[in-house]
């Protein structure tokens, strides 16, 4: 396992040639024949309908810049926001094919935030109820909207996974208290949440590349059911062939532990970033944890950056973990090789953690001013 190892194939082959034989390579529409906004695509059936099927952007001015392709999985464009709207939908399929919920019963879950307004959209359209429990520390919008979508929502301190108190125990116990409802268990649950991504978002960024013409992939974790789901498709798919790499924030166990090949799990520090980072190898990741080829370790001073490179440069209003995933994808790139091609997600827009990242007070409080560049700073609006 390494951070290093040169591409095979795909990135020789498209190294050879030019960043626009590339973009055809890739098939990514010019920008000059204008965006695509007429599409044939029939109806969806409902919130559910809906969720998946988002673009794939490159992001022109970091790829041009590197002179490789980064593309970022749209997954802010999903109904409720972000990607988790994939693993909410899956999580209460899952539990509706064991028939561990019937119609009108409850869906509790212990969530960052994001899996919960997935949840709570999920559960509005399908008719159950919906109970989250999520450490204290997440931001206020992500609170408020979990609420304004008729959730019932319990914030409670932020303990370790290994004390009983921890937000997950709390949910699993609140549902095993209830009649008619389940624990969706997000974190330890590879055949809802891992298997939305085996089933999705694997072959969605396989057919956008034109069958599977990427070098790489490359996102950070909170559950895994992102990274192991995509990495079993897609190295399944190509054989082996498509390199995937963790990207991991301060304050997670997993780049020491992908990097000293499962014997160390390290943890200094915390990060700005929310969603993302973990303490343990969750049941999601296990079964894919020996496919990952690498892993990145990326500092906040890089992730804020990118929030502000990304909304300034590429008018993409992106939240930390994205930016950390575009950060992690760029240098990846760099390593596989001029022309190569990487894809990463872009976990949800920054709107849910504005009054922070956007704050100069905030920013001052994490040291974080100076590592926005001063061209940038007029983007720092809020207090
Ligand atoms: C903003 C954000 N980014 C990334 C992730 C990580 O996705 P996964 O849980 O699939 O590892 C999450 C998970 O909650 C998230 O909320």
Redesign the pocket.
């Known amino acids: 396992m390494t951070s290093t190892a040169p591409s095979s194939g795909a990135s020789r082959a498209l190294s050879s040639s030019s960043s626009t034989s590339n973009n055809n390579a890739l098939g990514v529409a010019s920008a000059k024949s204008g965006p695509a906004f007429i599409t044939n695509a029939p109806p969806v059936s409902g919130f559910i309908g809906a969720i998946g099927n988002t673009p794939l952007i490159r992001l022109n001015a970091l790829s041009d810049r590197i002179g490789a392709n980064v593309l970022g999985k749209a997954e802010f464009q999903n109904p409720g926001g972000?990607?988790?709207d994939r693993?909410a939908h899956y999580l209460i399929l899952n539990a509706e094919e064991q028939g561990l919920v019937q119609p009108g019963g409850t869906i509790v879950e212990g969530?960052?935030?994001?899996?919960g307004i997935g949840l709570a959209h999920a559960c509005r359209s399908k008719g159950y109820k919906c109970v989250i429990y999520m450490p204290n520390t997440q931001s206020q919008e992500k609170i408020d909207l979990l609420r304004m979508l008729g959730a019932e929502v319990y914030p409670v301190p932020a303990v370790p996974v290994s004390d009983d108190m921890n937000y997950n125990w709390q949910a699993k116990r609140h549902a095993e208290k209830l009649d008619n409802a389940v624990w969706t268990n997000?974190f330890d649950n590879p055949g809802g949440?891992r298997r939305a991504?085996i089933e999705t978002t694997g072959p969605e960024i396989w057919s956008q590349t034109n069958g599977g013409n990427l070098d790489g992939f490359i996102?950070?974790?909170?559950?895994?059911?992102?990274?192991a789901g995509v990495t079993r498709y897609l190295k399944e798919k190509s054989q082996g062939r498509i390199q995937c790499w963790l990207a991991d924030p301060p304050g997670s166990v997993l780049h020491s532990y992908i990097q000293s090949g499962g014997e160390l799990l390290e943890r200094s520090g915390g990060s700005i970033t929310?969603?993302?980072g973990q303490g343990r190898v969750t049941e999601?990741l296990k079964p894919d944890i020996g496919l990952i080829d690498g892993s990145l370790h990326i500092e906040d001073e890089a992730s804020i950056e990118m929030v502000y490179r990304a909304l300034d440069e590429e008018g993409l209003y992106i939240?930390a973990?994205?930016a950390l995933n575009v950060v992690a994808a760029a240098r990846m790139a760099e390593k596989l090789g001029k022309g190569s091609t990487v894809v990463t997600?872009l976990?949800?827009g920054a709107y849910r953690y504005q009054a922070r990242l956007f704050s100069r007070k905030w920013l001052e409080s994490k040291n974080l001013v100076k590592a926005i560049p001063e061209h940038l700073q007029k983007y720092i609006v809020l207090e």
């Open positions: 972000s990607v988790k693993a969530t960052a935030g994001n899996t997000q949440n991504h996102c950070a974790t909170g559950t895994g059911g992102t990274l929310e969603g993302i999601n939240g973990s994205s997600i976990c949800d």
